[in-house]
């Protein structure tokens, strides 16, 4: 079958780095991504791994391990306005764009 | 260039009647697949459409149904409600499809639904 975990929730210090750790089961893989959702908001692509290792988008950076069914998303220099929920998604093999979500970590940045 | 935009952006309505989403992806993309996002599932895939035709399906009953016009735009339709319905949609637009690999998709400010 197919499954996606990511823990419920985060808190980290402004300033401080902080990695949100994602593990996904299935039989066919064909990326990985992470998406932010600010409270009441849609949610906006941040990142897609479909090779393993890391990817680096300014202060957001993805890693990819397909062999162990894991990513992370590691924020550096936190601000406040990270704080958001944030998604990982994998899409599955001859799935076009059906993304399979996890439940999302609501992480909270503290001054 | 103009974001998705869904239509309404607030709905409520009563258990047993019917409701029609409309969405307008980003100009120039001819895939939309929507979403159902409530605090205990998360967001859950419903169907998507390329090119008029329903490409995939999720695990929703047959209430649910949508279609897509030629300009790319996409409606879904939920017949006879329930309370469960009670939830936020979301529209996502990518430019293309493929079943060999992915791309970004553009999500809408959604539609909230509530079902009383």
């Known amino acids: 079958g197919q499954n996606i975990d990511q823990p419920t929730e985060m808190t980290a210090t402004e300033g401080a780095i902080v990695q949100i750790n994602c593990t996904y089961q299935?039989?066919?893989?064909?990326?990985l991504f992470w998406y932010q959702q600010h409270a009441g908001e849609a949610p906006t692509f941040l990142s897609y791994?479909?090779?393993?290792g890391l990817e680096e988008k300014g202060r957001f950076s993805s890693f990819l391990s397909r062999s162990k069914g894991y990513s992370y998303l590691l924020l550096k220099e936190l601000q406040m306005k990270d704080s958001a929920s944030y998604l990982c998604?994998?899409?599955?093999?001859?799935?076009?764009?059906?993304?399979?979500f996890g439940g999302g970590t609501r992480l909270m940045v503290k001054p | 260039k103009a974001g998705v935009t869904q239509t309404p952006r607030y709905l409520i309505k009563t258990r047993g009647q019917q409701v029609t989403l409309s969405c307008s992806p980003i100009s120039g993309h001819r895939s939309v697949s929507w979403y159902q996002q409530t605090p205990g599932q998360g967001l859950q895939f419903l169907f998507e459409?390329?090119?008029?035709?329903?490409?995939n399906k999720g695990n929703f009953p047959g209430r649910f149904s949508g279609r897509q016009f030629s300009n790319s735009r996409s409606e879904m339709n939920v017949s006879t409600l329930e309370l469960g319905d009670s939830a936020l949609y979301l529209c996502?637009?990518?430019?293309?499809?493929?079943?060999?690999?992915?791309?970004?998709?553009?999500f809408g400010p959604g539609t909230r639904l509530t079902v009383l």
């Open positions: 996502a637009s990518s430019l293309y499809w493929s079943s060999l690999s992915g791309n970004e998709q553009f």
């Open positions: 791994n479909v090779l393993d």
């Open positions: 998604a994998f899409l599955p093999n001859n799935a076009g764009n059906m993304l399979t």
């Open positions: 299935t039989s066919g893989f064909n990326g």
């Open positions: 459409y390329f090119s008029e035709t329903q490409r």
